[in-house]
T-cell receptor, first 110, second 112 residues
Framework: DAKTTQPPSMDCAEGRAANLPCNHS???????VYWYRQIHSQGPQYIIH???NNETNEMASLIITEDRKSSTLILPHATLRDTAVYYC???????????FGTGTRLTVIP | EPEVTQTPSHQVTQMGQEVILRCVPI?????FYWYRQILGQKVEFLVS????????KSEIFDDQFSVERPDGSNFTLKIRSTKLEDSAMYFC??????????FGEGSWLTVV
């Protein structure tokens, strides 16, 4: 799996959009970008994934650059409950595994 | 929404004792995993399981560890003789082939 680079920490004001960047410059053509988060010591929670096109679901939006070397997870209206560690993971769908890095610790500030 | 469930949520055990952590994966899923997270550290892959056999394992998953799917619904992780350094949160996960992996809430193991 390709490696990813994320900032170690970010702050976001409650109610504002949180934009979490991820670099994955060595991503290969069939690898997807997955985002998970971990709230305190709970189990990792799936957020969203994508291959080339931008994706949106009820939790977040995923913007992938045209060259696929980076992406941004957007939480449109961050709440205090969104405070968590966010993991960007690049994964071949044929690989039945996920490898977690250190992620970005997002703190939503009242 | 279907979810992965794990028991116990917390277990304290004496060093050298055997521990079994239990998981009920999502019902139509085919691939099963165990991960662990030592306090303050990354989530680490231990083992993946498919078609009643281990498909991949990490260096952490040594002879002290074993996995089993005894009855077609449960998926267990056994640590034969626990060490202090086995203290961690253990996460079970499952997926349908090629799709999203879903995690349980974890079992916190404390070895004393």
């Amino acid at each position: 799996d390709a490696k990813t680079t994320q900032p170690p920490s970010m702050d976001c004001a409650e109610g504002r959009a949180a934009n979490l960047p991820c670099n994955h410059s060595t991503i290969s053509g069939n690898e997807y970008v997955y985002w998970y988060r971990q709230i305190h010591s709970q189990g990792p929670q799936y957020i969203i994934h994508g291959l080339k096109n931008n994706e949106t679901n009820e939790m977040a939006s995923l913007i992938i650059t045209e060259d696929r070397k980076s992406s941004t997870l957007i939480l449109p209206h961050a709440t205090l409950r969104d405070t968590a560690v966010y993991y960007c993971i690049v994964r071949d769908p044929g690989a039945n595994n996920l490898f977690f890095g250190t992620g970005t610790r997002l703190t939503v500030i009242p | 929404e279907p979810e992965v469930t794990q028991t116990p949520s917390h277990q304290v055990t004496q060093m050298g004792q055997e521990v079994i952590l239990r998981c009920v994966p999502i019902s139509n899923h085919l691939y099963f995993y165990w991960y662990r997270q030592i306090l303050g550290q990354k989530v680490e892959f231990l083992v993946s399981f498919y078609n009643n056999e281990i498909s991949e394992k990490s260096e952490i998953f040594d002879d002290q560890f074993s996995v089993e799917r005894p009855d077609g619904s449960n998926f267990t992780l056994k640590i034969r003789s626990t060490k202090l350094e086995d203290s961690a949160m253990y996460f079970c996960a499952s997926q349908i082939s090629g799709n999203t992996i879903y995690f349980g809430e974890g079992s916190w193991l404390t070895v004393v």
